[in-house]
């Protein structure tokens, strides 16, 4: 069979000739469209190349991606054994309204796919209609006009007899869209619920640095009335009274401005949430600095990037436009349509139905494209430019899903190496404060060394409550660069839509 070729590493053979069209004038031309006929125009789809090293760098293993989102992603937040979690992943699922749209938006390309479809079938109507009307005097037979009614009752036929596949590839590429959209659906539930477990962890990282300032404020407080008692007892001088002073006022600004910020994430939240911000409450609880973190390391199985949603919505979309170059190829051919109408004509609606008022008309209708000022080669020129775009991007989904993993997995290591130097950090930091209060008591250093000791205390424990946090947040963002969970596959059912409204 004729075929023409697409150039570039990628692209496959078609199985329908070169553009143009001669009238079959043998039996020999005959057998050959009989033959073509059952071809399909444009190239059969070939997932293109992605050169992807052996192995991430962090150790975990690697292969190329493939689409995988017809498995459950699971209630991976769950690893993380926190109620309060579980339950806004629930409020998010349930009223988020970019997920509405998104949702919206797969009914839309599920529509498409069932109007596509329609041109495979036959199209009948009936075309029932009434026309009464008077003849000119000049053009009656009798020299004087004539009144006369006529009804009608057609069922009209028409099909597209699809001998270059333009019906089955616009079909192949709606389906594709589809299948496009639900990954588009899931991307964008994956990319939320992400974005909420991180604003999540944060908010709780804020509850701990804000526990953390009350505790500093309380202990602050106290060494204010000390060194008040002192002052007024004459053991230290005005300046000590003022650095206490100035410490207590600090804790309280600092205090504040966590506020402020815990605020912003919980406004965040509720847009995530889907709910009006004034009345949305997440309770405070701060991080617990021995929280343990999910084991999500190098070691995976790495048929889990497979498991990415936008990998598999640039590869829908990629065979959408494959199916598309199709489309465009047919339109270089003859398109050959059925057309018939039968039903019955009268001019009286009592005889309208008689058998002798019957009335039928059956024949081909044939398009031969001759000169269309090169449209439809600008057409597939399009077809095959934006097939090109797409594989640059399926290649780039891949190469981002490749860094995402990679920097999520040495944001593990390298947070849990500062988060272990940390802790030692704190302990050393609150012996040496511990030191230096028994000192000042005792009258051998001032009332400095104890502001400097404090401050190194409190600086330390804040940053240990956000290395725990950026930790958990870390975590999560692993977790959506693999694509979701892990614990369990199987295919998607009718849940997969939840809950629309």
Same mark, same amino acid.
């Given at each position: 069979?004729?075929?023409?070729?697409?150039?570039?590493?990628?692209?496959?053979?078609?199985?329908?000739?070169?553009?143009?069209?001669?009238?079959?004038?043998?039996?020999?031309?005959?057998? *050959?469209?009989?033959?073509?006929?059952?071809?399909?125009?444009?190239?059969?789809?070939? @997932?293109?190349?992605?050169?992807?090293?052996?192995?991430?760098?962090?150790?975990?293993?690697?292969?190329?991606? !493939?689409?995988?989102?017809?498995?459950?992603?699971?209630?991976?937040?769950?690893?993380?054994?926190?109620?309060?979690?579980?339950? *806004?992943?629930?409020?998010?699922?349930?009223?988020?309204?970019?997920?509405?749209?998104?949702?919206?938006?797969?009914?839309?390309? &599920?529509?498409?796919?069932?109007?596509?479809?329609?041109?495979?079938?036959?199209?009948?109507? *009936?075309?029932?209609?009434?026309?009464?009307?008077?003849?000119?005097?000049?053009?009656?037979?009798?020299?004087?006009?004539?009144?006369?009614?006529?009804?009608?009752?057609?069922?009209?036929?028409?099909?597209?007899?699809?001998?270059?596949?333009?019906?089955?590839?616009?079909?192949?590429?709606?389906?594709?869209?589809?299948?496009?959209?639900?990954?588009?659906?899931?991307?964008?539930?994956?990319?939320?619920?992400?974005?909420?477990?991180?604003?999540?962890?944060?908010?709780?990282?804020?509850?701990?640095?804000?526990?953390?300032?009350?505790?500093?404020?309380?202990?602050?407080? @106290?060494?204010?009335? *000390?060194? &008040? %008692?002192?002052?007024?007892?004459?053991?230290?001088?005005?300046?000590?009274?003022?650095?206490?002073?100035?410490?207590?006022?600090?804790?309280? #600004?600092?205090? %504040?401005?966590?506020?402020?910020?815990?605020?912003?994430?919980?406004?965040?939240?509720?847009?995530?949430?889907?709910?009006?911000?004034?009345?949305?409450?997440?309770?405070?609880?701060?991080?617990?600095?021995?929280?343990?973190?999910?084991?999500?390391?190098?070691?995976?199985?790495?048929?889990?990037?497979?498991?990415?949603?936008?990998?598999?919505?640039?590869?829908?979309?990629?065979?959408?436009?494959?199916?598309?170059?199709?489309?465009?190829? #047919?339109?270089?051919?003859?398109?050959?349509?059925?057309?018939?109408?039968?039903?019955?004509?009268?001019?009286?609606?009592?005889?309208?139905?008689?058998?002798?008022?019957?009335?039928?008309?059956?024949?081909?209708?044939?398009?031969?494209?001759?000169?269309?000022?090169?449209?439809?080669?600008?057409?597939?020129?399009?077809?095959?430019?934006?097939?090109?775009?797409?594989?640059?991007?399926?290649?780039?989904?891949?190469?981002?899903?490749?860094?995402?993993?990679?920097?999520?997995?040495?944001?593990?290591?390298?947070?849990?190496?500062?988060?272990?130097?940390?802790?030692?950090?704190?302990?050393?930091?609150?012996?040496?404060?511990?030191?230096?209060?028994?000192?000042?008591?005792?009258?051998?250093?001032?009332?400095?060394?104890?502001?400097? %000791?404090?401050?190194?205390?409190?600086?330390?424990?804040?940053?240990?409550?956000?290395?725990?946090?950026? &930790?958990?947040?870390?975590?999560?963002?692993?977790?959506?660069?693999?694509?979701?969970?892990?614990?369990?596959?199987?295919?998607?059912?009718?849940? !997969?839509?939840?809950?629309?409204?």
């Amino acid at each position: 069979m004729p075929h023409r070729k697409r150039t570039g590493p990628d692209r496959v053979s078609g199985t329908v000739g070169a553009p143009g069209f001669r009238p079959v004038r043998s039996a020999a031309g005959l057998i *050959l469209t009989l033959i073509l006929a059952a071809c399909t125009a444009g190239p059969e789809y070939r @997932r293109p190349e992605v050169a992807v090293p052996a192995s991430f760098r962090e150790g975990a293993p690697w292969k190329p991606a !493939e689409p995988a989102d017809h498995l459950l992603k699971g209630r991976w937040w769950e690893v993380f054994a926190d109620g309060q979690l579980d339950e *806004l992943m629930e409020r998010v699922a349930a009223a988020n309204q970019d997920l509405k749209a998104s949702l919206a938006r797969v009914d839309q390309a &599920r529509a498409a796919v069932r109007v596509s479809g329609a041109g495979r079938y036959p199209e009948v109507d *009936l075309d029932p209609s009434v026309e009464r009307k008077r003849t000119a005097d000049a053009l009656a037979s009798g020299g004087s006009g004539e009144t006369s009614t006529t009804l009608r009752m057609p069922l009209n036929l028409a099909y597209e007899v699809d001998l270059w596949g333009r019906v089955r590839r616009s079909v192949q590429a709606a389906g594709s869209d589809y299948q496009a959209s639900r990954a588009d659906y899931g991307n964008l539930m994956l990319t939320l619920q992400a974005e909420a477990a991180r604003n999540y962890f944060a908010l709780r990282a804020l509850d701990a640095e804000i526990d953390i300032l009350g505790q500093t404020l309380e202990l602050r407080g @106290r060494n204010l009335d *000390l060194v &008040r %008692s002192l002052f007024e007892n004459g053991q230290v001088g005005r300046l000590d009274l003022a650095r206490a002073e100035t410490e207590l006022a600090n804790a309280r #600004a600092d205090a %504040s401005a966590l506020e402020r910020l815990r605020a912003s994430r919980q406004n965040t939240l509720a847009v995530l949430a889907g709910e009006p911000a004034p009345g949305f409450q997440i309770s405070g609880r701060p991080l617990d600095p021995e929280t343990p973190l999910p084991d999500v390391t190098p070691g995976l199985p790495s048929t889990l990037l497979e498991r990415r949603p936008d990998i598999a919505a640039a590869e829908r979309r990629l065979m959408a436009d494959n199916a598309r170059i199709g489309v465009a190829e #047919a339109a270089f051919f003859p398109s050959i349509s059925l057309t018939g109408s039968a039903g019955y004509s009268s001019d009286q609606l009592s005889s309208l139905f008689q058998w002798g008022n019957r009335t039928w008309a059956l024949g081909p209708f044939v398009s031969l494209p001759i000169l269309d000022g090169g449209r439809n080669r600008a057409a597939r020129d399009l077809a095959e430019a934006r097939w090109t775009e797409s594989v640059a991007n399926y290649r780039q989904a891949v190469l981002a899903a490749f860094a995402e993993v990679e920097g999520s997995l040495s944001d593990l290591r390298t947070l849990q190496t500062q988060a272990r130097a940390q802790r030692q950090a704190l302990a050393s930091a609150r012996r040496a404060a511990d030191l230096t209060n028994k000192r000042y008591r005792a009258g051998l250093v001032s009332y400095l060394d104890v502001v400097i %000791s404090e401050r190194t205390v409190l600086a330390n424990e804040l940053l240990a409550v956000r290395v725990l946090g950026q &930790r958990l947040q870390a975590t999560v963002t692993l977790i959506k660069a693999l694509g979701g969970g892990w614990e369990e596959e199987r295919p998607l059912g009718a849940a !997969e839509r939840g809950k629309k409204s």
